[in-house]
């Protein structure tokens, strides 16, 4: 009896560590059972195409979080970056130059999207401004900036080599899919292997005692804010050639909620000192699949929204009951 007992208990469910498996493992039984044509190859495909968004922004807002910190900035930077790319690939340069417009309509947007993340992190960490704060600039900004660009108009184009990045399919599973799962590995061995990690991790956990021990806790915040960039400027780039279109209205439109939810969802605490980034992508996954689930079922989108604040105060509820 005394020898049977600890094997029984080797596993105890808690529903702040398992929770979102067991919230995934119930979204799939019942779409499984409700929800027609779930089990096709085109479902499949189609949700992992929304679902790479919000999973390589939700990476990028883990790191941020991990900091102690916040940015609400995340789709507007999608929204400048999704709004330039067309406008280099279309001008006369890269319609003269196709291979090295197509260069530049990658590089040049995540650049203007790394210079954004800079900014913030500049203020967050040299002016002591709050992250909310700070990060509001590029959010109220950032997509007006984008309007302007465009002058408020919808682009439309045909350039298959720059869809790809939205189309594409490598050993028949869309390119997102893969890609998503790259940064993953990267951002994984970044927070787990390398100096920049623990020292990532410090800041949060504890940044009085990480300044004592000789962290350079300026340099390592805006490291954090500018990778969210741009991780949100390649997702703006996606979203636009997915769509062979780009609106500056309505890329990333909300992204911050999606974004937040899935950090948090994933297991990042919002006071900081965590960042569990496959845990980000499970939480991407939840998110979208609760969206689907209720359109796939003739639900309003409105509802959608609904739902998400509702997960986000779950799963605030779940690790503050872990904390206490």
């Known amino acids: 009896m005394s020898m049977a007992s600890p094997a029984r208990s080797q596993f105890r469910f808690d529903p702040a560590r ?31 195409s929304q679902v790479a968004t919000i999973a390589i922004v939700a990476m990028g807002m883990t790191i941020v979080i991990a900091t102690g910190g916040i940015d609400l900035s995340v789709g507007a930077i999608m929204a400048l970056s999704g709004a330039l790319a067309p406008l280099i ?13 197509l260069a530049a309509a990658i590089v040049i947007p995540i650049l203007a999207a790394l210079c954004c993340g800079i900014f913030n992190g500049v203020m967050v960490s040299y002016f002591n401004v709050q992250p909310i704060v700070a990060t509001l600039i590029f959010f109220i900004s950032g997509r007006g900036l984008a309007q302007v660009l465009t002058n408020g108009n919808l682009q439309t184009f045909s350039n298959p080599s720059f869809s790809y ?20 590995l990267v951002l994984w061995w970044l927070v787990t292997r390398s100096m920049f990690g623990r020292q990532l991790l410090a800041v949060g956990g504890n940044e009085r005692a990480a300044r004592l021990s000789g962290i350079p806790v300026e340099r390592v915040k805006i490291g954090a804010y500018v990778i969210c960039a741009g991780l949100s400027g390649l997702a703006g780039l996606i979203v636009v050639a997915i769509n062979s279109a780009s609106d500056a209205a309505r890329i990333g439109s ?16 919002l006071q900081g000192g965590r960042a569990p980034i496959f845990g980000a992508i499970l939480g991407a996954v939840i ?33 503050q009951g872990r904390r206490d």
């Open 287 to 319: 998110i979208q699949l609760v969206k689907y689930t209720l359109l796939a079922n003739g639900v309003a989108d409105e509802v959608a929204l609904i739902a998400k604040a509702a997960i986000i105060i779950g799963a605030v509820y779940l690790q």
């Open 18 to 48: 398992h929770g979102a498996l067991a919230a995934l493992v119930v979204i799939l039984c019942f779409n499984l059972i409700v929800t027609p044509n779930f089990l096709h190859t085109q479902t499949l495909f189609v949700n992992i």
């Open 254 to 269: 909300l992204m911050e909620l999606d974004a937040i939810a899935a950090a948090v969802v994933g297991g990042t605490l």
């Open 165 to 184: 990045l939205g189309t594409g399919k490598i050993l028949g599973l869309p390119f997102q899919g893969w890609l998503v799962l790259a940064i993953a």
């Open 89 to 101: 690939f279309l001008s006369p340069f890269g319609l003269a130059n196709p291979g090295l417009g």
